[in-house]
């Protein structure tokens, strides 16, 4: 192997370790930038090609911001260094007209100069041992221990110390494996597994009620968590010299047993190994000693991997696992062995050789479902490989492969369903509004009428994101589409642009938020924005008329009679616009003629929840309905201040047309950010007074926690307040707001807080949504490492809503890497979006939004951090093929099209809501 193959095969050896632990750029000292250029800089010393220095300059060049990027950005650029070094490598191996050799195995040692311990062998191949001055003690020492332990027994051919194919430097092959056709072949996938042959109806239970598994498809798609790597065997001269206890591999035979008291009275056994320079000894105790002595009789010949040790003048190993030697039969040792996830009852040793009879008997059976010209195009291996590969990797290249494929496929699936669950809503009929004149008004718009009433001029991305949504809801299908916008980016105008479009064509507009405190804060906002605003009414009525747009407050806590009044209103259709919580979606809830429904902060609310909604207003539509003519379906719009990065977003929403507004208002401030420690805390009082003594007002806030700790939760909020009046700021006027306060009465504080009747707010969370008081310029979170980063970015948001400079405190004591990270990252950056990257990295995506309800696919093998590149690429094929057949008819999409149908199951007709 010349230089430059070395240096590229070294640069490459951390990148899988590097993605196995998320891209954290801690697998090497200093980081795999430093790393990389180091090895460039080694072959520039070298006597290299200038083609193949350029080739280490440009990887040199890709990994120079590798510290400072995302764990997503890190991952991409490991995909790019493969295929680069792959490319590399490839060319060298066409262009070189002769192989490389091998290394020179190692000569076999002679069997009778090879001590138990062999300490004074030379680890170097080049030199000769350094020889001790030949005396009578040292010959002597020398002629004992040159004996072999066991005289009589027959010695085995000496082991190459690493019996491990190289890794590949170039990808695994794409076969030319069809598409299967026959539906039939998916038949064993659901076979019982209590019908396989080596598992029996016993061990099936078993598998079942340890690990919920039934079925031959269900076992193959339990995937390893991790990899052993026991393919490379090490003489047994040198086990045992690892740190920490690292598992090695030895092969040997069987040359003795021996058995023995212990001084409490036990019996201890030891099973001796010897490969030809040196021997090993398993020890067993108790029962086992009798069993081991079965399953490994002298001159068995034997693989063991294990933590190897050298105490009591031997070389020793309590804890391993063995194999006998059959090499094309190898599962649990000599090779790369799976880590299954595992229960008290289920071993290791069990699953994998379960797991291997599954696919001895169905591993040449499994169909390919994905076309031949996709796979080459992606660059992916065919199923059947994959499914044998990722349980039982020949190599580490193959195992990347395999995992790959199989990352893909899932990724494929779920876009695949996305885009017809896509496709089937073009076929929804849908209300096709009109706007200006052609909503059959003689007068300007509502929406001509609401712009130029704006104290402001829309941004670009306000106006761009607002078309988008004009052009949906002026089609004849269904609109659903999500907005993101990041905190005070002016979401709540554009989608009281959209209202006014669905009220001036005659229907009615319902938004939905997750808190009271929201809901009213937009009751509120949308009754001040429409209060000069009349709607034309003549389409209902048939007579030119007018009247004021009306909006209604639904809420849990209304009294009686006004809840009545407004479901009245709700019902009959003198409600043009109806803001509320959860209690839209109560039972007695009927709209009249409900045509477009917007969801606030919609991550808060469960896929369920959201699913009602749109369902009660498809009942409103259903009552319009005369005679069979079916009535149009309203438009879905989702909007969310907590921004969701593109990965998750697809996996998530891949359904819905995502609309950004990525521009904030001229003239918002960027917020300063401080971390501030316990010890700091009288400057932080100090800086809150000066800033009230400007005429500015301040937040103090204290997290919101677990269900059985918010009475305590409360207690503190509210001692804090008392000590902040009565201690600290005596002359000030502080205020109290928390959940637990009746409605009315945090209407009450919010009111005195915005007319300027209250210096300092201490609140719990109940303020991190929708407050807009553009005074207030102060922000102090206690105990801010308890907080979400998002949770703690939306409540930054809740100040520098003015022209006034406003700063965000952290009163923080991290004690784990996690809140030390979220900390940081409010700091780094005011932008939501790298927030939320920030955020996903270091929650994972499982818990992002904080509930399973989210909807969150749960994806077996695929990673949507470091596999973000593959979810885009799947996603773009499967547009592509959905578009070419969009319901999966053609002969070779069936297999697909049964497997999507399982994949996805009754979830499809949910996730339409996003």
């Keep these: 192997m010349n230089n430059f193959t070395t240096i590229l095969n070294t640069i490459r050896r951390p990148f899988q370790q590097e993605r196995r632990k998320g891209c954290q750029d801690d697998v090497v000292v200093n980081g795999l930038g430093s790393y990389v250029q180091l090895w460039v800089k080694n072959g520039d010393a070298l006597d290299l090609a200038v083609t193949e220095k350029e080739v280490l300059h440009n990887l040199a060049d890709l990994f120079k911001n590798y510290t400072s990027a995302s764990p997503i950005e890190r991952q991409r650029t490991l995909e790019e260094a493969t295929k680069r070094i792959d490319t590399a490598l490839g060319h060298k191996q066409q262009t070189h007209s002769r192989l490389e050799t091998h290394p020179t195995r190692r000569k076999k040692a002679q069997t009778a100069s090879l001590p138990l311990f062999q300490e004074k062998v030379n680890r170097s191949d080049s030199a000769s041992p350094k020889q001790e001055p030949t005396t009578e003690r040292t010959t002597q020492r020398a002629r004992k221990e040159t004996l072999p332990l066991f005289q009589d027994a027959e010695v085995p051919p000496t082991q190459t110390q690493n019996t491990a194919t190289e890794k590949p430097t170039a990808s695994v092959p794409i076969s030319d494996i069809p598409v299967s056709t026959d539906l039939s072949l998916l038949d064993f996938l659901s076979e019982s597994l209590q019908y396989l042959k080596g598992i029996g109806p016993r061990r099936a239970a078993m598998l079942l009620s340890e690990l919920n ?8 798609a339990y995937y390893p968590r991790d990899y052993i790597d026991r393919s490379k065997t090490v003489e047994i001269y040198r086990v045992g010299r690892t740190k920490d206890d690292e598992p090695e591999t030895i092969q040997g035979k069987v040359v003795n047993h021996t058995s023995s008291p212990t001084a409490k009275g036990k019996r201890i056994g030891k099973i001796s190994i010897y490969d030809g320079t040196g021997v090993a000894v398993l020890v067993n105790f108790g029962r086992r000693i009798g069993i081991m002595k079965s399953l490994l009789p002298v001159d068995t010949e034997v693989v063991v991997s294990g933590k190897f040790s ?12 063995f194999e006998l030697f059959e090499e094309d039969n190898l599962i649990h040792t000599k090779r790369i062995v799976p880590k299954y996830a595992l229960t008290a009852k289920l071993t290791a040793k069990m699953l994998r050789t379960w797991m291997r009879t599954a ?12 076309p031949l010209e996709l796979r080459k195009r992606q660059g992916l291996i065919d199923r059947q490989l994959a499914i044998n590969e990722i349980h039982f990797p020949t190599s580490e290249a193959h195992q990347e492969a395999a995992q790959k494929r199989l990352a893909f496929e899932e990724f494929f699936l779920l876009s695949a369903g996305m885009e017809m669950k896509k496709e089937r809503k073009t076929l929804e009929a849908g209300i096709a509004f009109r706007v200006g004149m052609d909503s059959g008004n003689t007068s300007p718009s509502l929406l001509s009428d609401f712009t130029a009433s704006l104290p402001y001029e829309l941004t670009g991305a306000q106006k761009r994101v607002f078309r988008e949504i004009l052009n949906d809801m002026q089609q004849k299908k269904v609109m659903n589409r999500l907005i993101q916008g990041d905190v005070g980016s002016g979401k709540t105008v554009v989608a009281a642009m959209a209202l006014l479009c669905a009220i001036e064509n005659g229907y009615q507009g319902a938004l939905m938020v997750p808190t009271e405190i929201l809901a009213e804060q937009h009751y509120y906002n949308l009754s001040d924005m429409f209060k000069d605003m009349h709607r034309d009414v003549s389409i209902e009525t048939e007579q030119q008329d007018k009247r004021k747009i009306n909006v209604v407050l639904l809420k849990s806590d209304l009294p009686k009679a006004e809840r009545e009044e407004a479901l009245a209103a709700i ?6 616009l ?21 969801i606030d902060e919609q991550h808060r609310f469960g896929v369920m929840q959201r699913a009602t909604l749109r369902n009660k207003a498809q009942s409103a539509t259903e009552a319009q309905k005369h005679l069979d003519t079916a009535a149009p379906s309203p438009d879905v719009l989702v909007m969310t201040a907590t921004p969701i990065p593109r990965t998750l977003a697809l996996t998530l929403y891949g359904d819905l047309n995502v ?15 401080r971390w501030i420690k316990e010890n700091d805390r009288e400057k932080l009082y100090t800086t809150l007074r000066k800033e009230i003594q400007r005429g500015r007002q301040a937040y103090v806030v204290y997290p919101l926690v677990e269900e059985s700790e918010k009475l305590e939760e409360l207690k503190a909020a509210t001692e804090m307040a008392s000590h902040l009046q009565n201690d600290v700021f005596p002359d000030l006027r502080v205020g109290l707001l928390h ?7 945090k209407q009450e504080v919010m009111a005195r807080f915005k007319d300027r009747h209250i210096d300092i707010l201490v609140s719990t969370t109940v303020i991190e949504v929708g407050i807009d008081v553009p005074n207030a310029t102060l922000m102090a979170i206690e105990n801010a490492e308890r907080f979400g980063l998002s949770q703690l970015h939306q409540l930054r948001g809740r100040v520098g809503r003015g022209k006034h400079q406003s700063a965000c405190y952290l009163v923080a004591s991290p004690r784990g890497d996690d809140s030390y990270q979220r900390i940081q990252a409010m700091i780094r950056t005011n932008n939501g979006f790298q927030i939320a990257e920030a955020d996903l990295n270091i929650r994972g995506p499982g818990e992002f939004f904080g509930t399973r309800q989210s909807g969150i696919p749960n994806f077996k093998i695929a990673n949507i951090i470091q596999d973000a590149s593959l979810l885009e690429a799947a996603k773009k094929e499967a547009e592509s093929l959905i578009k070419a057949d969009p319901r999966l008819d053609a002969q070779q999409h069936q297999l697909l099209k049964r497997m999507l149908q399982k994949h996805w199951k009754d979830n499809l007709e949910i996730a339409s809501v996003g």
């Design 571 to 576: 019902a009959n259709g003198t409600a043009d």
């Design 578 to 598: 109806i803001v509320g919580t959860q209690a839209l979606i109560q039972e007695g809830v009927d709209f009249h003629k409900l045509g477009l429904v917007i």
């Design 213 to 220: 598994l039934q079925t031959v498809g269900e076992l193959l």
């Design 739 to 745: 959940g637990q306060m009746k409605s009315i009465e």
């Design 310 to 321: 050298r105490r009591y003048n031997e070389i020793q190993a309590t804890d391993y696992e």
């Design 659 to 673: 609309s950004v507004i990525d521009e904030m208002p001229p003239g918002r401030q960027q917020i300063r950010t």
């Design 359 to 370: 696919l001895d008997a169905y591993g040449q059976e499994i169909p390919e479902i994905l």
